[in-house]
DNA sequence: CATTTACCTACCTTTCCGATAGGTATATTA
DNA sequence: TAATATACCTATCGGAAAGGTAGGTAAATG
């Protein structure tokens, strides 16, 4: 399932392209507008940062702003930065130890195959489909 | 997302379907050869029994069987019985209540696009699959 | 210098997953 | 008929994680 990390990064992302003119969007005022904790926000977006995904200017007349077109952005590269996990099942997590009964599952290759149509699907679409 | 309850189901239909030769099958061996707690797939089972997707048997000799053919068994169907929840975000789950920002939401048709490939992935695998 | 913003870190509360536990009902076999 | 083996039922529980709150610091602007 999804959490509400990734799901409130697309909106913010979403919100940001709306709002972007031509100067900075302060999360304040994504938070009022979306109705979302300030707080909460703010610890969602550091990761979005630190790709290079947004730039945060600091200071009176701050905010962020996206890096580039909409069109440019994949959904899943979005959900893969803010999301803890995105894998349908633990053994195919990150950092997941090698499950001792990998050998004789019958079912890894199934679950392989579902993450694959997850993550084609969620690259499939950018933030532009979302505008 | 997946959680133990659909992970296991599997295992158990798939265990059934390997070694029911003409017999029932206890669950207590599934158990054994699985490396599964008894207790906790006693109460993963119910659902199954109660759609009619195995039988079972008490008493002496007694156990579960399969209903049909592996073949006729879609995956996507076994998860969504003993699954609680396979919508990618709850405002998409059973019974969730009407999200108050519906109208106003751009990501509602994005995840519901999701949720559609997700289920045709399962749908598109029987349990013949697994064996 | 005052204000506004991003940025950082600790903590907390509730939910729920993944089980454990103890029992009852029902059928078979000796 | 007694003993046994099974399915079936219900309550409880510990730990982890989600989802958020809170309080601060750093940097830039007017």
Redesign the pocket.
């Known amino acids: 399932m999804i959490?509400?990390?990734g799901r409130?990064a697309l909106r913010v992302m979403a919100d940001i392209a709306s709002n972007q003119e031509d100067g900075?969007?302060?999360?304040?005022?994504v938070a009022k507008r979306q109705g979302?904790?300030?707080?909460?926000l703010?610890?969602i977006?550091?990761p979005l940062?630190?790709n290079g995904m947004i730039?945060?200017?600091?200071?009176?007349?701050?905010?962020?702003r996206l890096t580039k077109k909409p069109k440019d952005y994949r959904i899943g590269d979005i959900l893969r930065l803010t999301e803890?996990?995105l894998a349908p099942v633990?053994c195919l997590a990150k950092g997941a130890p090698v499950c001792e009964r990998r050998p004789q599952c019958k079912t890894i290759g199934f679950w392989e195959g579902l993450n694959d149509a997850v993550n084609d699907y969620l690259d499939s679409k950018t933030l532009e489909d979302l505008l």
């Open positions: 959490s509400t990390r409130y900075y969007v302060p999360m304040k005022d979302l904790s300030l707080k909460y703010e610890q977006i550091p940062t630190k730039v945060g200017v600091q200071g009176k007349g701050g905010g962020y803890k996990e633990g």
